[in-house]
């Protein structure tokens, strides 16, 4: 498989990572952490009969950010800091973090690498070296697993500097080869998208060009969430000897100009946690074998992006479970697949290990229909009319919230307390009663409520204290969804997320956030907004049934939606906003599927927002979207107000945004970071804003929610956002 979840099992890392940054624990007690879960994982991988151990797939905060340190691409300005890897990362007082963004189409975000003209690359293989040694201690020999010089470069968008980064990559080698490193994985994502000409040739320079090196291990670039497509016989024509494909996503097209190679064939899917249906993976597998040299099988993608393992998983239902894999499972399915692929006659390299997990007498089949009902028949992709003109939605909700110039509001979240979730937690655990929970979460919005009146703010937020995460939560209040325990996925950093299972038809039983949304509003005369996830963001963030097209998913999740919309509304709720900041996530690594998918999750969202009356004023947020590549679908929302990540991606955006015809709020400070932004600062975003945007429809906000913040960062960064407003509005 071509990498593995390393948060731990019981996310120790993020446990550990957080005692050292919080100065609870040194930087040898947190090596000493990754140190274990390395060893537990490669233990673990070994006895579920792995033959191919990866090694340098751990990473203490995200493997982008390590190959930069690899390759020195260390910007100067972070050298001086006490610990620069996590200057890097999160940033220090007086030095803002490296950009963050989405790697590809996934939820994972990676630290954006910083390459100028003047960088100076120099190996510095330590990691990966360190990594290799210590499994060799163990007993396990290891292949070494490195982002590619074309993707690393791709995503620093510096591929112009090819020439200079290759001898890091060809010195890299030398040392593995001298060490005896037998294979190396180089990482090659990027070549699934849509390459021009140059891009091409940058893949055939370099890969000729680290090929043609005497001492090194045998070369397998992994290409994974989608088909190589041009760039497939490019490849093929250098000496690498071997290549990974996805062959969940991508298929088998071309595959024959990989006759000499050893293809890596990614037939286990490590974008889901359905069991492989076998009959599938054997086809696929038969058919790469004739036309490959040598077929090694493996995952479509690192395991990262999946929980470990389902058998830490006792609340969900047998019959769900039998149809499941996990990290775990799917390695065991790995090893079977390669074992049952073999004629008779033929001879493994090892005898059969005990797949123990494997075992599964009484799971039942493993492909088939789902569980859950029948489903409903998909939903019409109608675009839900409705609502008037934005004119005249802007004047009646103009006359109906009287706000000032450049409103001030947050994104949703205030900071989850310990205290918070330790109630939770108690009352998950049957230890706390469903009353008293509900008094405590009433409690902190009322604590949310008076500090946003405190700080002068302009519209309201309840601080979504009732949710643990903005998926999970709705998942947990809707039918066809399952949640897991244990299912922690990385999203960034010490960051996870546990994306709910939806294996069924999607309904909404019961009204979900009226309640608190009421409560909110009973404590105050300020507008209070509602607070939503769009539809293909709780599809985007959970691990979606494939039995049934994404689409038809989605709507059925944009009707739960418009239902929950409606009784907001009805309760009185001014403003209500559904995120969609996965909208961006899901588009298409290649053009041509991108209309199409952008014309359904668009109908998706207005069919969930388009019950609203024109004085129901809508927002929408989306994070760190790369908005500008889907500016017209925004558009598309036809949102009232769209509030959007800018502050860790600066003026790009602000200049890509000036077309847009409705209520605006550019993120005016980076709440992933603990930084609290000066005064001087927001109000300089605010003019870049208002360089752009005429100022009726400008409104002031951080750039997501504030949930993983303290208080204390919270008010302080609130405070100098209300006091830059203030300093604009006297100006205009
Ligand atoms: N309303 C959500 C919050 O504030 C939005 C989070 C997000 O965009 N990821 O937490
Ligand atoms: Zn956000």
Known sequence: MLGYPRIGPRRELKRALEAYWDGRGSRAELEAVGAAIRERTWTRLAELGLEGLPSNTFSLYDQVLDTSVLLGAVPERYQAAEDPYFAMARGTDGLAPLRMTKWFDTNYHYIVPEVGPDTAFELDAAK??????????????????VIGPVTFLLLASALDRLDDVLPCYEELLALLAAEGVTWVQLDEPALVADLTPEELAAVRTAYERLGARSARPGLFVASYFGHLGEALPVLAATPVEAIGVDLVRGGLDGLGALAGKTVVAGVVSGRDVWRTPPERAARLLSAVREQAGRVVVSTSCSLLHVPYDVEAEPDLDSGLKARLAFAEQKVAEVVELAHTGLEDGERVARPRPDTGTLARPDAGPLSGPLSGPLSRPPAEPVVGGGRAPYAVRAAAQAAHLRLPLLPTTTIGSFPQTGELREARAAAVAGRLSAADYERRVEGEIERVIRAQERLGLDVLVHG??????????????????????NGWVQSYGSRCTRPPILHGDVSRPEPITVRWARYARSLTDRPVKGMLTGPVTIVAWSFARDDLPLRDV???????????VRDLEAAGVPIIQVDEPALRELL?????????????????????????????????????????????????????????????????????????????????????????????????????????????????????????????????????MATATRRLRDEL
Not at 464 to 485: C, I, K, W
Not at 555 to 562: E, I, K, S
């Open 128 to 145: 990966p070296l360190a990594e290799l040694r210590q499994a060799r201690e163990l007993g396990f020999e290891t292949r070494p697993v």
């Open 464 to 485: 979504e204290p009732e949710r643990n995460d903005m998926v999970q939560y709705f998942a947990e209040h809707l039918d066809g969804f399952a949640v897991t325990r």
């Open 554 to 564: 989605v709507f059925q999740v944009a009707d739960a939606v418009r239902e929950e």
């Open 588 to 720: 298409p690594l290649r053009e041509a599927a991108r209309a199409g998918y952008l014309e359904w999750a668009v109908a998706a969202y207005r069919r969930a927002t388009s019950g609203a009356g024109d004085r129901t004023q809508i927002h929408t947020h989306l994070c760190y979207s790369d908005a500008d590549q889907i500016l017209d679908a925004i558009d598309g929302l036809d949102a009232d107000v769209t509030t959007i990540e800018s502050a860790r991606s600066g003026a790009r955006l602000l200049g890509s945004v000036g077309t847009f015809e409705r209520g605006l709020g550019p993120g005016v400070y980076d709440i992933h970071s603990p930084r609290v932004p000066g005064v001087d600062e927001v109000e300089r975003l605010l003019r870049a804003a208002l360089r752009t945007l005429p100022a009726e429809r400008v409104w002031v906000n951080p750039d997501c929610g504030l949930k993983t913040r303290t208080y204390e960062q919270v008010e302080a960064a609130l405070a100098n």
